[in-house]
């Protein structure tokens, strides 16, 4: 990925952590009856987010600190969080002409559906294990 630099993509302004708490009160209008505006709740929030009014979490923030890596290795790095609170590391190396992809989703039992226990780990043999149509993956 030619271009990616060390350095941290600042976090766009619509992903600070104020937007994660709850709206502002909104100014007093002749419309009263208007429905109020819902509250975004990140998706490993909202099953405790139904049993209790706890407020969102704020987003994490990059690392600010340079990676510290050995002197031999030329590959860059950047660090970015997205909107919907997954944190990514691109790393690129110039000396290949092929790609790679990884995900580490920090989601698990705890986030299953009382509906649906077993999810997380059947959602976890579905990435990870082979199938008929992609046998070998």
């Known amino acids: 990925m ?3 630099d060390a350095t941290p ?3 766009p302004a619509t992903a600070d ?3 994660c708490g709850p709206p502002a009160a ?3 209008s002749a419309d009263a009856d208007a429905p109020a ?3 975004a709740v990140a998706p490993e929030r909202a099953t405790a987010a139904a ?3 706890a407020a969102p979490l704020p987003l994490p923030k990059p690392p600010t600190d340079d990676l510290i890596k050995p002197a031999n290795d030329d590959h860059t790095y950047r660090h970015l ?3 919907n609170r997954l944190r990514v590391l691109l790393v ?3 000396t290949t002409d092929k790609a790679g992809a990884a995900m580490d989703v920090a989601v698990g039992s705890l986030s299953d559906p009382d509906s649906f226990p077993g999810l997380a780990h059947f959602t976890e043999h579905m990435l990870f294990y082979s199938s008929e149509k992609y046998p070998v993956e």
Request: net charge negative; charged share 15%; proline share 21%.
């Open 37 to 39: 505006e819902a509250t």
């Open 92 to 94: 690129s190396d110039p």
């Open 17 to 19: 952590a104020d937007a």
């Open 9 to 11: 993509a600042p976090v």
């Open 2 to 4: 030619p271009g990616l």
């Open 26 to 28: 909104a100014p007093a």
């Open 51 to 53: 049993a209790s009014d």
């Open 81 to 83: 969080v997205l909107p």
